[in-house]
T-cell receptor, first 113, second 114 residues
Framework: KAGVTQTPRYLIKTRGQQVTLSCSPI?????VSWYQQTPGQGLQFLFE???????NKGNFPGRFSGRQFSNSRSEMNVSTLELGDSALYLC????????????FGPGTRLTVT | AQSVTQPDIHITVSEGASLELRCNYS??????LFWYVQSPGQGLQLLLK??????LVQGIKGFEAEFKRSQSSFNLRKPSVHWSDAAEYFC????????????FGAGTRLTVKP
């Protein structure tokens, strides 16, 4: 089975721009969660989508949003980028919602200049 | 809300020596507990998990962890470390209700000396 894939792997954007990151979960997995990883704050939960519905959201501003499609693929969007948004964005998939084990993709490295 | 503390930011061990990485959690009920490993520039790989039952769980790559409710701990162990184990290790706790909001510790960076 193919693992979790994330595109693009690397991205450079300018402050004020917006960005969309994509995640394809493991086949059969219906839950997709997004995390932000930075040296200062570590790994922080952004949000989880299950069956196209947002199940839970972390403590991030409204500039961070996401969605899930009927094939379970998910996208996250960050609008009005700030320098502090530079991070590794990790996507994780699991069979269901409810703290079942999550499998992570390689991440998208976003640099905001 | 649940939280995790990994007291050791950086640990150095010699190849062949035993390893124990500490993890303490805070959660009101029996948690779901996980250990992940991350190599530089990579995503996280699940080493092992505890949901319920036997408090000693075995994982991949020769790792094991023991859940101790009385100490709110879930320490990761390996009897003999290999150079390829050098990486960052994250303990995580998941809430036992209907979502996947997982909280991670700050991580422990493992260096292996030849």
């Amino acid at each position: 089975k193919a693992g979790v894939t994330q595109t693009p792997r690397y991205l450079i954007k300018t402050r004020g721009q917006q960005v969309t990151l994509s995640c394809s979960p493991i086949s059969g997995h219906r839950s997709v969660s997004w995390y932000q990883q930075t040296p200062g704050q570590g790994l922080q939960f952004l949000f989880e989508y299950f069956s196209e519905t947002q199940r839970n959201k972390g403590n991030f501003p409204g500039r961070f949003s996401g969605r899930q499609f009927s094939n379970s693929r998910s996208e996250m969007n960050v609008s009005t980028l700030e320098l502090g948004d530079s991070a590794l964005y990790l996507c994780a998939s699991s069979l269901t919602s409810g703290s079942s084990e999550q499998y992570f993709g390689p991440g998208t490295r976003l640099t905001v200049t | 809300a649940q939280s995790v503390t990994q007291p050791d930011i950086h640990i150095t061990v010699s190849e062949g020596a035993s390893l124990e990485l500490r993890c303490n959690y805070s959660y009101g009920a029996t948690p779901y507990l996980f250990w992940y490993v991350q190599s530089p520039g990579q995503g996280l790989q699940l080493l092992l998990k505890y949901f319920s039952g036997d408090t000693l769980v075995q994982g991949i790559k020769g790792f094991e962890a023991e859940f101790k409710r009385s100490q709110s701990s879930f320490n990761l162990r390996k009897p003999s470390v290999h150079w390829s184990d050098a990486a960052e290790y994250f303990c995580a706790v998941g809430a036992t209700y209907n979502n996947n909001d997982m909280r991670f510790g700050a991580g422990t960076r493992l260096t292996v000396k030849p």
